[in-house]
């Protein structure tokens, strides 16, 4: 007899045209948050327990599932912003508020990036404020002239607490060369040497400088500990040589730019196991709230092109499967 999955369960509508998989730890979390008396029946539910090595199902007793519960419960499949700036000085006057929008357009969890020592703190910071933001530290391509002595054992120091589960943003932006290209250069390679002592995926930003890029990672080995192209705006070719690697592409509100068909080209040929979404809040806002600030709400609105881009799936699909991608890299349970 095939084994049995003790810890996921497939809920299935009667007629088959809906399901949704759900841990039983989230089932568990549903009946405990929601008073008996608020339980109403959505629409004939039967739990079907798959097996690991058989599509037969055996069905088990109905659930109920609440019509009228709170935002964050309502939405059973939930999204992961990999990608959000929320230290930034544009969420000084509506932190907390921009956080509970996020949540309730069914944003679980945030990672929250570091681009230098301080921010880095600051992300750390939140986090502990925060269960459910996740943090990355390091220093930006921009900021990398900056590093002094010590940054690197800070950051050591940092990688301790629990919600550090990423190194970075790093790599190497020639378009603007705040940093010179080859103190870029030495600090990516210094950065991805410490990412592998923790044993932290890397975070990279890559602008007009993709071949660097990708010779560096390769030399430096960071595949050994994996990451992703952050915020990918490449061409075809930094996507194959990403994905050979093992590294995810994640993909921002640039996807919804009028004038990005490439990209969406790019997007819609990418494995769906190797792809991530990310808001890169308060920047790159995607329609339809271009010209107002980003926030991690509007992940959502990415989730939506890539559900075009691949219309054998559902907009739940997408949300699923690009939170199971996240949860893998980072290692988030």
Not at 193 to 208: D, F, K, S, Y
Not at 236 to 247: D, H, I, M, Q, V
Not at 274 to 290: A, G, M, N, Q
Request: a neutral charge; aromatic letters at 6%.
């Amino acid at each position: 007899m095939p084994q049995m999955a003790s810890d996921v369960i497939m809920i299935t509508s009667i007629n088959n045209l809906q399901c949704c998989v759900l841990s039983i730890p989230l089932i568990q979390k549903i009946r405990k948050l929601i008073p008996l008396k608020r339980l109403r029946i959505v629409r004939p539910l039967q739990i079907a327990r798959r097996s690991i090595d058989s599509a037969d199902t055996t069905v088990h007793r109905p659930i109920e599932l609440p019509l009228d519960s709170s935002p964050m419960l309502r939405c059973l499949t939930m999204l992961i912003d990999t990608h959000i700036h929320l230290d930034d000085v544009r969420y000084n006057e509506d932190r907390e508020a921009v956080i509970t929008r996020a949540r309730e357009a069914g944003v679980e969890a945030f990672v929250t990036i570091g681009c230098d020592l301080t921010t880095s703190q600051a992300a750390v910071a939140l986090a502990d404020r925060f269960p459910f933001v996740y943090t990355s530290i390091g220093v930006h391509p921009h900021e990398v002239k900056h590093v002094r002595d010590g940054w690197y054992d800070e950051f050591r120091r940092l990688a301790k607490n629990k919600s550090v589960v990423a190194y970075g943003e790093i790599g190497l932006d020639y378009h603007y060369n705040h940093s010179s290209p080859n103190e870029q250069r030495d600090r990516f390679r210094e950065q991805i040497q410490v990412a592998r002592e923790l044993m932290l995926p890397v975070i990279i930003h890559t602008r007009e400088a993709q071949e660097d890029t990708i010779t560096i990672l390769k030399e430096e080995r960071a595949s050994e500990v994996g990451g992703v192209i952050h915020c990918f705006s490449g061409d075809s070719w930094l996507a194959k040589e990403a994905l050979g690697l093992g590294f995810y592409l994640s993909f921002s509100g640039i996807l919804t730019f009028q004038n990005a068909v490439p990209l969406r080209e790019i997007a819609k040929n990418t494995p769906l196991d190797h792809i991530l979404i990310e808001t890169d809040s308060p920047y790159l806002t995607p329609v339809p709230y271009r010209g107002k600030r980003n926030e991690p709400a509007y992940v959502s609105q990415v989730a939506k092109q890539l559900a075009v881009l691949h219309p054998e799936l559902s907009l739940d699909d997408v949300q699923r499967i690009t939170t199971m991608n996240a949860k893998r890299l980072f290692k988030i349970s």
